[in-house]
């Protein structure tokens, strides 16, 4: 996390709330180390490996319009 505290670029942190491989409070501090701009969205009652399917195109919209940004 030492080299991305530094990175300037808008970085979306998602995190599978109920992640039984890298746990969610993982997701919460690599969030936390980074720098603005950063966004984090918790994919509530998702796993590891299923998080896509409990997430809609409101969602993508968000985070592709977070990501591309002109203020960024």
């Not at 990175?7 to 599978?16: E, G, K, N, S």
């Not at 491989?21 to 490996?49: S, T, W």
Request: proline share 6%; glycine share 4%.
């Amino acid at each position: 996390m030492t080299h991305l505290a530094s990175f300037d670029r808008p970085v979306f942190v998602v995190v599978a709330q109920s992640d039984s491989i890298v746990p969610a409070r993982f997701g919460d501090a690599l969030y936390h180390a980074l720098a603005n701009p950063k966004q984090l969205m918790v994919v509530k009652a998702a796993e590891h490996n299923d998080w896509i399917g409990h997430v809609d195109d409101a969602w993508w919209q968000e985070a592709i319009g977070f990501l591309f940004a002109p203020s960024h």
